[in-house]
């Protein structure tokens, strides 16, 4: 039987999400100051491409993570299956230097911006890889198919909630889409 991404997307909707719209999109996470620039250019563009630029006003994101992530996924742009990731969980709103993630200044997002986009379009769009788990770090498998994408854990991914499984959930719900640029 022939599968194709708007099945999964809507099979997702229907049985593996809490939130029925979640499935429906891909989400960029920034802040407030990053997002400012890219609708000023119009134009996502990686953490590499950004800081050469000098569009990256926030770093969003734990120095420590980011030194051992490797290049190729900071010079993509990254975005999640879902909001309210753990990323987001430890880095977002307004917090004293002495709270923020490992003490790290750079992790803060102040006042966090999602951007949404068509799920279904980005993952047809040529190169376009994804992963079950985070490309943060030393990431993981990634992945190009159709037939890899049906296979994902989705109740996983967008499991919501508190559970006892938490540190198997915390990567799932750290799922990728990555966009070479």
């Not at 991404?5 to 407030?32: G, M």
């Amino acid at each position: 039987m022939t599968v194709n991404y708007r099945e999964v997307i809507k099979e997702n909707c229907e049985k593996h999400s809490p939130v029925k719209w979640w499935p429906r999109f891909a989400f960029h996470y920034t802040d407030l100051a990053n997002a400012v620039s890219v609708l000023s250019c119009g134009k996502l563009y990686s953490r590499i491409s950004a800081e050469v630029l000098g569009l990256m006003a926030n770093d969003n994101a734990c120095r420590q993570v980011i030194d051992i992530t490797r290049s190729s996924a900071k010079a993509s742009v990254r975005f999640y299956f879902r909001p309210l990731t753990p990323t987001q969980y430890y880095n977002e709103g307004f917090k004293h230097p002495a709270l923020r993630y490992d003490g790290d200044m750079n992790a803060n997002v102040p006042v966090p911006i999602f951007l949404l986009f068509d799920l279904e379009k980005l993952l047809s769009m040529p190169g376009v890889k994804f992963s079950e788990s985070s490309q943060s770090g030393h990431g993981c498998k990634l992945c190009d198919s159709v037939e890899e994408f049906a296979q994902f854990e989705f109740d996983k991914i967008y499991s919501a909630g508190w559970s006892e499984n938490f540190d198997e959930l915390k990567r799932y719900r750290h799922a990728e889409i990555i966009v070479s640029g």
